[in-house]
């Protein structure tokens, strides 16, 4: 059994700055990639960002030099700095893994942080 645990989210002003935090536990063998996306309200879930266990990013250009990504492979945690946040990072924000367990990869969800942008 493998969880997926955010941490972090939470109420902030336009121009503010949030970190979000993963934890990944349980039946881990290797952990390939690591990463949030995030859903709106009325809108279909989208990638925020992703890191490989080699430290590759990846981002969605809505954030480009505004997120950035990291993780600590030897903690199997990934956390994700959000600066100059926007109105529109309004989300839920879930943490995602691919994960490989007894020799077979899975996609793993956390159960999602609420980021709300607002004055």
């Known amino acids: 059994q493998v969880q997926l645990v955010e941490s972090g989210g939470g109420l902030v002003p336009p121009g503010g700055s949030l970190r979000l935090s993963c934890v990944a536990s349980?039946?881990?063998?290797?952990?390939?990639?690591m990463g949030w996306y995030r859903q709106a309200p009325g809108k279909q879930r989208e990638l925020v960002a992703t890191?490989?266990?080699?430290?590759?990013?990846n981002f969605a250009d809505s954030v480009k030099g505004r997120f950035t990504i990291s993780r600590d492979n030897a903690k199997n945690t990934a956390s994700l700095q959000m600066n100059s946040l926007k109105p529109e990072d309004t989300a839920v924000y879930y943490c995602?893994?691919?994960?490989?367990?007894?020799?077979?990869?899975?996609?793993?969800w956390g159960q999602g942080t609420q980021v709300t942008v607002s004055s």
């Open positions: 995602y893994a691919v994960i490989t367990t007894d020799q077979v990869s899975y996609n793993y």
């Open positions: 349980g039946s881990i063998f290797r952990i390939h990639v």
């Open positions: 890191i490989t266990s080699g430290g590759l990013t």
